[in-house]
């Protein structure tokens, strides 16, 4: 029988030998144990994960562990080798754990040992895990990678990297990285390409392959790379795609004159811009840049921007530039109004040239002036659009009524007036004719100021003008208007000015819009007052018509000029008409050459004003008459 004691001394001297050497991380813990269960030898792992060291005995484990019911039954049994998947709790941690325990009978020296694997299968799913997820994050990322083994052979592909060569991984598994590239590489080439891979040296090179007559130019690079242990070195192979920059660089050296030619005729401005250091230097520019900031091409080559651009767009391309590196934007746009005077709208972009990697920055300018122009002028057109919907919106519904209603009465005194010729009751028959002519004046005015608003509108109103004392027409429409204030017991004055008032106007037009004026003050006035009048104020000759009727919003200004446009209160549809009135005598006023202000009050009255340069009349009106 073996003397134990003096094994574990052996053991002990080789536990000396051993920790000379460096041992590997590994999740697996081995132990190795005599029948007696003590700890004849174990790595670090299995000192981590149960506290137990050389010369220690496994009963210190939990005597209820699956584990060590497990050991313990294999050293009572018969059995040369057992594999189990057991649960059970490394001490110190509470979560019960699936593991893979291996056990194997070994002789050394004629002394019988038990070797014992034990491997976390959690942590062993975790590594599957994650090789899983890089594998599927290079196949959905496309990004084409070959992996080798000491040998050279190929371990590992990704689909991207399957449809470089067209060949599935069946095909590429345990094949030569070698015998792979032979094909696509010409002798020198193959020969460069060997020597890297024997030497484990870093190797790069562009090669075309032909794909369905298609030529694609990919990027291959070696990288060798070992395990901690620095011993076995294995080659990652990662492959870019360069067809469409090759591409790109090849039409751009075969036709490098079409290339500037077409730069020249750009009709946008083109700068190039190259940095260095903190300043940006002048690299290239087409003729249309050089006219507009009138420089010299022969003089710029290589110097500082702020020399020869304005200030303003210095500081918003560099301004753009710093926007371009601190958010990692690849197109930055910003607006730039030369003398101010042209529109442009401005991109700036980079790209990377050939030589060394250096950024060259690209500034492009389009001249917006005039679609600008056209979309302020398209807005306009579209506002005044919907104003024209609105007032024919308003139209429609006003002039409905407002045609609808004189006739209404026609017929009706029609229908009277039979009754009254059938009674021979003719007083009655005189009063009814007066009341259809107002009825019909009523008609008559509506379609006056329909018609005139339409040929306003249309430019077809026509001008003749004449000097005139304007008190003349005050006078004419005070007389005319005289008796219909009366009638609704307000005071109606006139005040002429005391010097000349001659303008030169079209006499019809202008009492045309005093009569349309007075008309909407007594109509609007329930009480109190209205006022025509005139006078000098410096060269011009200013007729005010004056109410203290019921007014309106000075916020409903703008909009009452403007035809078919009344207010909820004031001159609105509690009251006849179709809201003329007003863009009437606006439009002609303003036709006349004349200024025409208006100043209102709720609930105070109103105040119009329209005034014409004075002339040197060969008459004057000297007199000032109040009625």
């Known amino acids: 029988m073996r003397n134990w004691a003096d094994y574990s001394n052996n053991v002990a001297n080789t536990s000396i030998v051993f920790s000379n050497y460096k041992e590997l991380p590994t999740n697996r813990a081995i132990v190795i144990i005599n029948p007696n269960l003590d700890i004849v030898f174990c790595n670090d792992t299995f000192t981590r994960y149960f506290f137990l060291n050389i010369n220690d005995s496994l009963h210190r484990l939990n005597p209820n562990s699956e584990l060590f019911y497990l050991i313990k039954g294999f050293v009572e049994k018969k059995y040369l080798n057992l594999a189990s998947e057991i649960s059970f709790t490394l001490p110190g941690k509470p979560e019960n754990l699936l593991h893979q325990v291996i056990l194997e009978r070994i002789l050394i020296e004629s002394s019988e040992l038990l070797f014992v694997s034990i491997e976390s299968l959690e942590n062993r799913r975790a590594v599957e895990r ?98 901690d242990d620095g011993l076995d070195v294995f080659l990652i192979l990662s492959a870019s795609n360069l067809t469409e920059h090759i591409n790109q660089s090849k039409v751009i050296e075969n036709s490098e004159w079409r290339h500037k030619l077409i730069i020249e005729n750009i009709s946008d401005l083109l700068l190039i811009l190259k940095p260095s250091g903190a300043k940006l230097l002048f690299e290239n520019a087409n003729d249309n840049f050089y006219k507009l900031f009138q420089l010299d091409k022969q003089e710029l080559h290589l110097l500082p921007i ?17 926007e371009i590196k601190l958010n990692d934007k690849a197109v930055v746009e910003f607006s730039y109004i030369h003398n101010d005077e042209r529109i442009y709208k401005c991109k700036i ?109 249309a430019g077809e109103i026509e001008i003749e003008k004449v000097e005139l004392n304007c008190n003349q027409v005050l006078n004419k429409i005070y007389n005319k208007r005289f008796q219909e204030a009366q009638n609704k017991n307000l005071e109606f004055k006139i005040e002429y000015c005391c010097s000349e008032t001659f303008i030169e106007v079209d006499w019809v037009k202008l009492e045309r819009i005093i009569d349309v004026l007075i008309d909407n003050s007594i109509k609007y006035t329930h009480k109190g007052f209205v006022t025509l009048s005139s006078k000098l104020e410096g060269d011009n000759v200013v007729i005010s018509i004056t109410d203290s009727g019921i007014g309106f919003d000075k916020s409903q200004t703008d909009r009452l000029l403007t035809p078919f446009a009344q207010e909820v209160e004031g001159y609105t549809r509690p009251y006849e008409g179709v809201g003329l009135g007003l863009t009437v005598a606006y439009k002609l006023t303003r036709l006349l050459g004349g200024k025409f202000d208006i100043n209102s009050e709720k609930n105070k009255g109103t105040e119009v004003k329209i005034s014409f340069p004075k002339i040197n009349g060969n008459t004057s009106i000297t007199v000032m008459e109040k009625l």
């Not at 190929?154 to 590239?181: A, C, G, M, P, W």
């Not at 651009?309 to 530039?321: G, H, M, R, T, V």
Request: aromatic share 12%.
């Open 306 to 322: 702020q020399n020869f651009l304005p200030k303003l767009l210095n500081d918003i391309i560099c301004k753009s530039l710093v």
């Open 349 to 457: 972009t980079f790209t990377v040239s050939n030589d060394l990697g250096s950024v060259i920055y690209i500034v492009t300018m389009k001249d917006v002036t005039e679609e600008n122009r056209y979309r302020v002028q398209l807005e306009k057109n579209y506002q005044k659009e919907l104003q024209l919907n609105k007032m024919k919106s308003d139209f429609l519904a006003n002039i409905s009524h407002e045609i609808r209603t004189p006739y209404n009465g026609i017929i009706g005194y029609s229908e009277i007036i039979d009754d009254c010729i059938a009674n021979n009751d003719y007083q009655a028959i005189r009063e009814l004719i007066s009341s259809m002519k107002e009825v019909m004046g009523r008609a008559l005015n509506l379609f006056t100021n329909l018609v005139e608003v339409s040929q306003i509108e």
């Open 130 to 227: 994650k090789i899983n997820a890089l594998h599927n994050a290079l196949d959905h990322g496309r990004v084409p990678i070959l992996i080798t083994n000491v040998e050279k052979k190929i371990v590992y592909v990704t689909r991207s990297f399957e449809e470089i060569f067209s060949k599935e991984f069946d095909t590429l598994y345990n094949l030569t990285v070698l015998d792979l590239f032979y094909e696509f590489l010409q002798f020198d080439q193959f020969e460069e390409f060997k020597t890297a891979v024997e030497n484990n040296h870093p190797w790069k090179k562009l090669i075309p392959i032909n794909k369905n007559n298609n030529i694609e130019y990919w990027e291959f690079a070696i990288n060798p790379f070992n395990l």
